[in-house]
């Protein structure tokens, strides 16, 4: 990875459907070597794919929860078990393993605070091995930032 690289992943941080004739432009290369440059960092991994952003207001999920969870057990096939049942939950968006007091962060999205009680009961109080979960409602997103590459 030198600065080029850079430039060009921050280029496709900025817009991921940047055509390849003005991400050439901005880095300063012909289409020829950027495009082997793209191809070599999506080959290693480091671009994991394209994607666009939602709005989830937009489409009527109007509260984020951070999840706290503790869990009975930590053995290997507990902690697979979870993570299966939770990649099946589409209002789970992310869910983290964490050091400290708790064991997982998850961040869910809902409709609203009766759409999250449902949630809980129908999906997350079903799930075998939880001792223990905490929710705290997002009043409102300070900061959402593309990784700091430097450029």
């Not at 020829?32 to 009527?60: D, F, H, S």
């Not at 997982?104 to 091995?129: A, F, N, Q, S």
């Amino acid at each position: 990875m030198d600065k080029l690289d850079l430039k060009i992943l921050s280029v496709l941080q900025q817009d991921g459907r940047a055509s390849l004739q003005s991400i050439s432009d901005k880095v300063g290369l012909s289409s020829t070597p950027c495009w082997t440059r793209i191809k070599r960092m999506e080959e290693a991994g480091v671009i994991e794919g394209y994607t666009v952003r939602l709005n989830p207001q937009a489409l009527g999920f109007n509260d984020t929860v951070l999840v706290q969870v503790t869990l009975d057990s930590h053995s290997d096939n507990t902690l697979e078990k979870f993570g299966e049942i939770l990649a099946l939950i589409p209002e789970v968006l992310e869910c983290y393993l964490v050091s400290g007091d708790y064991d997982y962060l998850l961040r869910v999205v809902v409709k609203d605070t009766k759409d999250y009680e449902r949630l809980l009961r129908e999906k997350l109080y079903k799930i075998k091995g939880i001792r223990q979960s905490r929710s705290s409602f997002v009043l409102r997103t300070l900061k959402k930032a593309d990784l700091p590459l430097g450029v």
